[in-house]
Structures are given as structure tokens and as C-alpha cells.
């Protein structure tokens, strides 16, 4: 008999069970995890060095980097953000540093660090972990309502509040579906698009800073209109890198989290809009290569106007049919504008997607209308709570997802410990 169970050893299972053993003193807690191991994830998170947030400390900021749970964090936000993970891991002698781009890692630059920390706080309180535990049904219990019974194997345990925080399992899914939740259908988010293009084939590697637009996909030309109401916001800009499949980088995986949906109902095959160059609209464009035009003797291969990798440059020459040995004298006006277009408007084909760097979030999850998000508490069970990636959140890449599962075990602790408070109250 518990007072607590945590299901899930990992980010968000320890972040809670944490914090309801600092908040509350001869509470009996475990953490039930199914592997070998705890903390999985986080070993192997940000490349092995755990990015564990972001430097954003605005709620409203942090709350655009989530495609699903956008208005639902808001609040919890404003409870616990960024700010205080750094705090909770400072008051623990972990130092997180900020990189260029605004993510946040342990200093040691190692997510071993994280883990420690966690396995050291979790054994000081005195909260049990057990491994090998997978657990396999929840139910009420029969003779007491008020309890939960957690079955493992051919066991079960009893306990007053029960954390399910699973990440996205399939399995825990649908135990929860059967008692009653809705589970948002489940589907990838944060991949690489695939595209064979002569444009981009033979430049991997290479990166620029790039504005990649989702186009209404004609293959349902039927639905055409509804298809080019969606995809109106699949719109992004950042760094854009070429690789051996197709394009990655922060500004296509931003479109595959924010299109997750979409694309997948597309099956993923669409078009996407490049713009190279996203200083530039096409006429403006147009204008300087008019003026280039007058002045330089050069090959137009030779002479590359606008920032841009040198490699790339040739190839969209190459693709606005301009010979490698053409000056900007011999160019015609036509050719011009058709280097324009490829380099602000490119239209590339989608066929299918890949993961990137092995990093993958699911987007689906135990609907959010049936949370109480200023406690993580199940609207329609008593005493659960969900904390995590097995609530339907997921964000774009940058240590945001571990935000949500740090804001969600922080609040979810903060409800059952009030809840255990008041309850002992009323006994
Ligand atoms: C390779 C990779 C790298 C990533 N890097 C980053 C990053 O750097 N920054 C970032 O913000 N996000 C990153 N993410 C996303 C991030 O790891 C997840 O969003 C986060 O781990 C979710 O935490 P969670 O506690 O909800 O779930 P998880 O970390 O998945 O933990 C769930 C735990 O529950 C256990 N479990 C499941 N079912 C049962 C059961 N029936 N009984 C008992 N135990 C069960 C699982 O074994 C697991 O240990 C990365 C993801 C991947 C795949």
C-alpha cells in the first residue's frame, strides 16, 4: 500500500515523485519503470548531453513553442517555467549553461549529470525505485474506491494517488482510454523531409538560413480549399540544412512538429516553398540582378550576388538553365527571372519523411480537455494525475518537450501533495 505510485521512470516520473517527497515528509513513494534502466531518455537526450530547456522565461514566449498545448500550458507557465528548473537543478549544484541558440544544457555538457542528480535526490528522500516493473492494468479498486490498484505480473500494488507518467506508450494508452480518457490519436512529430532533387543532391551538409513554406496539396485537389485553409500557418524560417535524404534542420523540423497532423494525413507527400534568400521577395530580387547585370563582366556562376553557399548558388543557376560559362552581359532577362523564382520561390516535392538524429517526439496523447491543468488531476477519475509526453504536448526542438514534463511533474506533485494534505485533514 502506497501513498504514491509514479508509473514511468523517467523525466517527468522522477521530476515528480521528487517533489512530492521534498514537500512532504513519511509519504510512501515508488516510481514503477518497466526497463532495466531508469532515465533512458534523458541518457541519450541532446545528443548524450540532455538539452534540458530553453532560455525563454517569458510564459506566453514558452508556451509558441508548443504545436499541441499551446494555450493549455499558458497557465502552468506562469506556476513553473524555465526559470525555476534552472533553480531546482542550481539548488542541486548542477549549472545549466545557455547555448547561441537559446537551449540550455548541463555545463558538464554530459546527461549523465542529470540523471545523477535525479538518482541521488530520489534516494535521499527516501522514494523506491523499482525496475523490471512494467506495469500491465489500473484499476479502482473494488473494495475501496478511493484506492487505485496497480497490477505488475501476477502483483499488485494499492495506492491513494496514482502519477501516470509513461511517455508516449501505447499500452498505457489504452488502459487509460479504457477507463474512460480519450487518447488523441498518436503521431510522429519532429522528422526530415525526404526529397530527391537534382537541386540539392550531391551538397549535403550544406546550411543556410532559408523561409520553407507547406504548398495546398493537389493530390486532393476535392478538398482543396479545406487543405489550403490548413496549411496556411505551415510556414517557418531558420536555419535549413541539406542532407543526403532531403532538408533538415530547425526550420523543417519546426514545420514537421507544427504540420505533424496534416502531413501524416497527407501521407506524407506534399510540396514545400523555398526561399533561399528570404531578405528578398522575387521583383526586388529581379531589380539587383538588373543592376548586377549592367556592371559585371563575370560568369554569373562565378559571381554570386546574394549570401548564399557557393554550392547551392550553382545549382540554382544551373537550375535557371544559365551555362556555367555565361557573363551577366549574355544572360537574358528571362533567365533572370528564372533565377529569381528558384532562388525566392523553389518548389520541391515531398516523398515521405525520416527521423532526425534518432530524436523523435509523439504528438497525441491523453486529450487535454480531460486534464485539470492547476493539477495535472484526471477530470474524470479521482486521484490520478498525468505528467509528461503521454498527455497530448509536444514541442519543436530546443529542450522545450523536457520543459513540459518538468512543468508537468512539478504542478501534478504540487496537487497530490495538497490533495494528501487535505485529505489526512478530513480523516
Ligand atoms: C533520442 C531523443 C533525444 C531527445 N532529446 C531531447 C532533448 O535534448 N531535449 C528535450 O527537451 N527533449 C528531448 N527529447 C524528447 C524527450 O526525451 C521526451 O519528451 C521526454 O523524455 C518525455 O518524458 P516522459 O517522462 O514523459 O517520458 P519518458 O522519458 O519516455 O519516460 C517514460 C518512462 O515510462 C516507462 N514506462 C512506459 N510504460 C510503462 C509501464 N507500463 N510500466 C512501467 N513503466 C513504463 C518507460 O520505460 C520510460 O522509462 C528527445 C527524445 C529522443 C527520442
Same mark, same amino acid.
Given at each position: 500500500?502506497?501513498?504514491?505510485?509514479?508509473?514511468?521512470?523517467?523525466?517527468?516520473?522522477?521530476?515528480?515523485?521528487?517533489?512530492?517527497?521534498?514537500?512532504?515528509?513519511?509519504?510512501?513513494?515508488?516510481?514503477?519503470?518497466?526497463?532495466?534502466?531508469?532515465?533512458?531518455?534523458?541518457?541519450?537526450?541532446?545528443?548524450?548531453?540532455?538539452?534540458?530547456?530553453?532560455?525563454?522565461?517569458?510564459?506566453?514566449?514558452?508556451?509558441?513553442?508548443?504545436?499541441?498545448?499551446?494555450?493549455?500550458?499558458?497557465?502552468?507557465?506562469?506556476?513553473?517555467?524555465?526559470?525555476?528548473?534552472?533553480?531546482?537543478?542550481?539548488?542541486?549544484?548542477?549549472?545549466?549553461?545557455?547555448?547561441?541558440?537559446?537551449?540550455?544544457?548541463?555545463?558538464?555538457?554530459?546527461?549523465?549529470?542529470?540523471?545523477?542528480?535525479?538518482?541521488?535526490?530520489?534516494?535521499?528522500?527516501?522514494?523506491? *525505485?523499482?525496475?523490471?516493473?512494467?506495469?500491465?492494468?489500473? &484499476? %479502482?479498486?473494488?473494495?475501496? +474506491?478511493?484506492?487505485? !490498484?496497480?497490477? $505488475?505480473?501476477?502483483?499488485?500494488?494499492?495506492?491513494?494517488?496514482?502519477?501516470?507518467?509513461?511517455?508516449?506508450?501505447?499500452?498505457?494508452?489504452?488502459?487509460?482510454?479504457?477507463?474512460?480518457?480519450?487518447?488523441?490519436?498518436?503521431?510522429?512529430?519532429?522528422?526530415?523531409?525526404?526529397?530527391?532533387?537534382?537541386?540539392?543532391?550531391?551538397?549535403?551538409?550544406?546550411?543556410?538560413?532559408?523561409?520553407?513554406?507547406?504548398?495546398?496539396?493537389?493530390?486532393?485537389?476535392?478538398?482543396?480549399?479545406?487543405?489550403?485553409?490548413?496549411?496556411?500557418?505551415?510556414?517557418?524560417?531558420?536555419?535549413?540544412?541539406?542532407?543526403?535524404?532531403?532538408?533538415?534542420?530547425?526550420?523543417?523540423?519546426?514545420?514537421?512538429?507544427?504540420?505533424?497532423?496534416?502531413?501524416?494525413?497527407?501521407?506524407?507527400?506534399?510540396?514545400?516553398?523555398?526561399?533561399? *534568400?528570404?531578405?528578398?521577395?522575387?521583383?526586388?530580387?529581379? &531589380? %539587383?540582378?538588373?543592376?548586377? +547585370?549592367?556592371?559585371? !563582366?563575370?560568369? $554569373?556562376?562565378?559571381?554570386?550576388?546574394?549570401?548564399?553557399?557557393?554550392?547551392?548558388?550553382?545549382?540554382?543557376?544551373?537550375?535557371?538553365?544559365?551555362?556555367?560559362?555565361?557573363?551577366?552581359?549574355?544572360?537574358?532577362?528571362?533567365?533572370?527571372?528564372?533565377?529569381?523564382?528558384?532562388?525566392?520561390?523553389?518548389?520541391?516535392?515531398?516523398?515521405?519523411?525520416?527521423?532526425?538524429?534518432?530524436?523523435?517526439?509523439?504528438?497525441?496523447?491523453?486529450?487535454?480537455?480531460?486534464?485539470?491543468?492547476?493539477?495535472?488531476?484526471?477530470?474524470?477519475?479521482?486521484?490520478?494525475?498525468?505528467?509528461?509526453?503521454?498527455?497530448?504536448?509536444?514541442?519543436?526542438?530546443?529542450?522545450?518537450?523536457?520543459?513540459?514534463?518538468?512543468?508537468?511533474?512539478?504542478?501534478?506533485?504540487?496537487?497530490?501533495?495538497?490533495?494528501?494534505?487535505?485529505?489526512?485533514?478530513?480523516?
Amino acid at each position: 500500500m502506497y501513498d504514491v505510485l509514479v508509473i514511468g521512470g523517467g523525466a517527468a516520473g522522477f521530476y515528480a515523485a521528487i517533489h512530492i517527497a521534498e514537500n512532504r515528509d513519511n509519504t510512501k513513494i515508488a516510481i514503477l519503470e518497466r526497463g532495466k534502466e531508469v532515465l533512458t531518455k534523458v541518457k541519450v537526450s541532446g545528443g548524450g548531453r540532455c538539452n534540458v530547456t530553453h532560455a525563454e522565461f517569458n510564459p506566453s514566449e514558452l508556451s509558441k513553442n508548443y504545436p499541441r498545448g499551446e494555450k493549455e500550458l499558458l497557465g502552468p507557465f506562469h506556476t513553473y517555467a524555465s526559470g525555476d528548473t534552472v533553480g531546482f537543478f542550481e539548488d542541486r549544484g548542477v549549472t545549466l549553461k545557455i547555448e547561441e541558440d537559446g537551449r540550455m544544457f548541463p555545463v558538464t555538457d554530459s546527461s549523465q549529470t542529470i540523471i545523477d542528480c535525479f538518482l541521488t535526490e530520489a534516494a535521499r528522500l527516501g522514494i523506491e *525505485v523499482k525496475t523490471l516493473c512494467a506495469v500491465s492494468g489500473i &484499476e %479502482l479498486s473494488e473494495e475501496n +474506491k478511493n484506492l487505485w !490498484k496497480v497490477k $505488475v505480473g501476477d502483483n499488485a500494488f494499492l495506492t491513494k494517488k496514482l502519477l501516470l507518467a509513461t511517455g508516449s506508450n501505447p499500452k498505457m494508452w489504452s488502459y487509460v482510454q479504457a477507463l474512460g480518457h480519450t487518447i488523441v490519436r498518436p503521431v510522429p512529430s519532429l522528422f526530415t523531409f525526404d526529397i530527391k532533387d537534382e537541386r540539392i543532391s550531391k551538397i549535403p551538409g550544406v546550411a543556410t538560413h532559408a523561409e520553407v513554406q507547406v504548398l495546398p496539396n493537389r493530390i486532393n485537389s476535392n478538398k482543396k480549399s479545406k487543405i489550403k485553409q490548413d496549411v496556411s500557418g505551415l510556414i517557418s524560417d531558420g536555419p535549413l540544412l541539406i542532407t543526403h535524404w532531403g532538408m533538415s534542420g530547425p526550420a523543417i523540423l519546426k514545420l514537421s512538429a507544427w504540420g505533424a497532423r496534416l502531413l501524416e494525413q497527407n501521407n506524407y507527400q506534399f510540396k514545400v516553398q523555398v526561399n533561399w *534568400v528570404p531578405d528578398y521577395h522575387k521583383n526586388g530580387l529581379l &531589380e %539587383l540582378f538588373l543592376k548586377v +547585370k549592367e556592371v559585371e !563582366k563575370k560568369t $554569373v556562376l562565378r559571381t554570386k550576388v546574394v549570401d548564399l553557399p557557393k554550392r547551392l548558388w550553382a545549382n540554382l543557376v544551373k537550375a535557371a538553365h544559365i551555362k556555367d560559362d555565361m557573363t551577366w552581359p549574355e544572360v537574358s532577362k528571362q533567365q533572370l527571372i528564372a533565377l529569381a523564382d528558384q532562388l525566392t520561390a523553389g518548389i520541391f516535392q515531398v516523398n515521405g519523411k525520416s527521423t532526425f538524429k534518432e530524436e523523435f517526439v509523439t504528438a497525441g496523447g491523453v486529450d487535454l480537455k480531460e486534464i485539470n491543468f492547476k493539477t495535472y488531476q484526471s477530470k474524470l477519475l479521482p486521484n490520478l494525475y498525468f505528467a509528461g509526453e503521454i498527455i497530448n504536448v509536444d514541442a519543436i526542438t530546443g529542450g522545450f518537450n523536457f520543459q513540459n514534463a518538468w512543468t508537468g511533474g512539478y504542478i501534478a506533485a504540487k496537487g497530490v501533495v495538497e490533495d494528501l494534505n487535505t485529505n489526512v485533514e478530513l480523516e
